[in-house]
Nanobody
Framework: QVQLVESGGGLVQAGGSLRLSCTAS????????MGWYRQVPAKQRELVAI????????NYADSVKGRFTISRGNAKNTVYLQMNSLKPEDTGVYYC??????WGQGTQVTVSS
């Protein structure tokens, strides 16, 4: 089992920034791909950004390219999402993902116009 704990969500005005953090613990002997997804009511969870186990490869949703940056900590069990130039449409619950198998509890991000 892998446990994921997210932090860093909140309320911010459009154009502002937030930084999300997620730390994995438990059975993480093999470092795995990590990422962030977001969900809004009545819609499916969608990919925001993912990063490879070594941190050398990333992928972003088109809607966040150039504004969001995903990175891993030195210990590789932590992932960050730096979100700049936030827009109201970025509002949602952001979930951390480990290996496409484990999910965090989610952290709310609300961007006001």
């Amino acid at each position: 089992q892998v446990q994921l704990v997210e932090s860093g969500g909140g309320l911010v005005q459009a154009g502002g920034s937030l930084r999300l953090s997620c730390t994995a613990s438990g059975s993480i002997s093999n470092i795995n791909i990590m990422g962030w997804y977001r969900q809004v009511p009545a819609k499916q969870r969608e990919l925001v950004a993912i990063i490879s186990s070594g941190g050398g490869s990333t992928n972003y949703a088109d809607s966040v390219k150039g504004r969001f940056t995903i990175s891993r900590g030195n210990a590789k069990n932590t992932v960050y999402l730096q979100m700049n130039s936030l827009k109201p449409e970025d509002t949602g619950v952001y979930y951390c993902m480990w290996g496409y198998m484990y999910w965090g509890q989610g952290t709310q991000v609300t961007v006001s116009s």
